[in-house]
């Protein structure tokens, strides 16, 4: 069973459709790059599977169950994201931010357990914020956020993990960290990660399948090779590139021609 | 986690410490002092007749038991309001809540009793309850409704929040200064019982409005997990699992409940709704589940103590304790604007 098929999905905001006619099929255990230029419709999909964008057409299912007769906990128990913006209002601290990931096990009133904290243990661990477990979350910088929020989302123990632009912010240290730890999550717990990305190359090094975006539809979905092709890549981007392959792994490399 | 989890309980400590003394010293104080002696006799023999027995049972207590039910209940509907408006400034008195109490419940007193008076029949207070209610509830959610249709469905602005419970706190302010000026032979009674006070309240009130404030604020305590989802943003709260429309609709309802209580016994009476749980956030930290008990109790701390300064400060005479607890709080909410103001700019 596919943990992700959407069916001829359109939606959008108000009057517009960003998404036209989407159809995909996700397989277990890969890491999906969902390329594109702005206002392609990246963040419009990921925010489509947790129901945030009315589906005007199409369906969505989630391991073979309909999105649209999932009550919301059912779909954070499945589904996680860690978005790409978020603005808290009250200094709680990166240890708490993490705990309330876990909410959608625990229900609204019962309260933390042995488990929910040696999952947050282990987030904190995975994520680099051990240290920083005590620190208020308006005090610390942008990318210790946005390894918070990521430790928030892989708490909450779902087969799917959505992440929107994860490595804005982050120096390149924890750019290659941050995708390592995805990856390795995907392949070892046959993880399904989907997460949009602005950054071609690291897309190249880390994908294992790519969906590029043109305007609200698919054009074009495979392996780095496959869709990152200099003619496609320049008429997508609307700007002239040199596609090589990598020195070293031999993926497509991406350089602008200035 | 455990062991920090213990260590924050006995932060509570010096709160309830706070709150009796409190008590103790809004007992001692009035125009005949009574010594801990004669508390402690007159707590342990409530069958004896004497005068100080009178003025412990029949005056004293009940007044500050029920300035501590208020200051209580307006704390935590005050940490629930700024927690489902993700907005540090929103209170009772700020979002309107008090004064569309205050519109429902003079209305209801001008229909029960054809005038205005302070309340004596017990049979009263749950209609004016339940007036007050309905009154803040249309207020708050027009608040509410007029905050998000200028955001288009997304998380409400301080600044719309804030001009909105203004615009619509002047409107039923108006409507109250309305109903004053038809009715101008009650106008000091109007006008004395919108400022706000514990004068000549009896048990009756607790009993009718102390399970009101207790069920409702029990139910916002229960409701914490959802008000810290909640910070996080409306969107946020959806992806981990919240259907934000039902919860908010019921910390809504339980916060108002909670504020109608309160302003039907007492009037209105402002700031400490906002005061309280800011306070409270420092000691305990942000997280609702221990920021709602502690508001409760900072609270009635401070409400008790305002109706005794209300009460002892030029007396025989009595100020309203409304002007007390806005004397205190209007310099708070000055400094937290200011240093609100400092951090975005």
């Keep these: ?258 | 986690m455990q062991p920090r989890n213990q260590y924050l309980a006995w932060r509570f400590l010096p709160l309830l410490a706070g709150l009796l003394l409190a008590l103790l010293v809004g007992i001692h104080f009035g125009a005949v002092s009574l010594s801990l002696e004669q508390i402690w006799q007159g707590l342990w023999n409530p069958a004896e007749d004497s005068y100080i027995h009178t003025i412990l049972w029949q005056i004293r207590l009940p007044r500050v038991i029920l300035a501590a039910c208020v200051g209580g209940g307006l704390a935590v509907a005050g940490a629930a309001f700024q927690g489902v408006f993700r907005n540090p400034l929103a209170d009772p008195f700020v979002i309107g809540a008090s004064s569309g109490a205050a519109l429902g419940a003079t209305l209801a007193l001008l229909l029960i009793a054809g005038s205005i008076t302070v309340i004596t029949a017990t049979w009263q207070i749950p209609w004016l309850i339940l007036a007050a209610f309905v009154g803040a509830l249309l207020v708050v959610c027009g608040v509410f409704m007029i905050a998000s249709l200028s955001s288009f469905g997304r998380s409400a602005p301080l600044l719309t929040l804030i001009l909105a419970g203004m615009a619509l706190s002047s409107f039923t302010g108006a409507l109250v200064s309305l109903i004053m000026f038809l009715n101008h032979e009650m106008l000091t009674t109007i006008f004395s019982w919108l400022l706000g006070s514990f004068s000549g309240r009896h048990w009756n009130e607790i009993v009718m409005a102390g399970p009101v404030i207790l069920c409702s604020g029990g139910l916002l305590w229960l409701l914490s997990r959802p008000l810290d989802l909640l910070s996080f943003g409306d969107e946020a709260a959806q992806t981990l699992g919240l259907s934000i429309g039902k919860f908010r609709m019921l910390i809504l309802i339980a916060a108002t409940f909670c504020t109608a209580a309160c302003v039907a016994v007492s009037g209105v009476i402002g700031f400490l709704g906002l005061m309280a749980p800011h306070m409270t956030r420092i000691l305990l930290g942000p997280r609702h589940g221990l920021l709602i008990p502690g508001s409760c109790l900072l609270g009635a701390t401070l409400m008790v103590i305002a109706d005794t300064l209300a009460r002892t400060v030029i007396a025989p005479a009595e100020i309203p304790v409304g002007i007390v607890t806005a004397l205190m709080g209007c310099p708070f909410f000055l400094f937290l604007l200011l240093s609100r103001g400092q951090q975005s700019g």
């Design chain 1, 1 to 258: 069973m596919h943990p992700i098929e959407l069916e001829n999905v359109t939606c959008g905001y108000t009057r517009q459709d960003v998404l036209k006619q989407i159809s995909l099929n996700i397989k277990p255990g890969t890491v999906l790059v969902l390329l594109g230029p702005n206002g392609s419709g990246k963040t419009t999909l990921l925010r489509a599977l947790f129901q945030l964008v009315e589906i005007r057409e199409g369906s969505v299912l989630i391991e073979g169950e309909s999105l649209s007769q999932m009550s919301r906990k059912q779909v954070a128990q499945k589904l996680a994201l860690a978005p790409q913006l978020e603005s808290p209002q009250w200094p709680m601290t990166v240890e708490e931010t993490v705990q309330l990931g876990r909410s959608a096990h625990r229900g609204w009133v019962q309260p933390f357990g042995v488990e929910d904290t040696s999952q947050v243990q282990a987030a904190l661990q995975q994520t680099g914020l051990t240290e920083l477990r005590q620190r208020k979350i308006t005090e610390i910088s942008g990318g210790e956020w946005r390894r918070t929020l990521i430790a928030r989302a892989l708490v909450q123990q779902t087969n799917v993990l959505c992440l929107d632009e994860p490595t804005t912010g982050l120096d390149l240290k924890y750019q290659v960290e941050i995708l390592s730890l995805i990856r390795n999550l995907a392949h070892e717990r046959n993880l399904t990660v989907i997460l949009t990305i602005h950054d071609l190359n690291l897309a190249s090094s880390f994908a294992d399948q790519i969906v590029l975006l043109d305007k609200g539809e698919i054009a074009a979905i495979g392996t780095g090779v496959e869709v990152l092709t200099e003619a496609r890549l320049t008429e997508v981007y609307q700007t002239p590139v040199k596609v090589l392959p990598h020195p070293e792994y031999q993926t497509p490399l991406i350089v602008p021609v200035l």
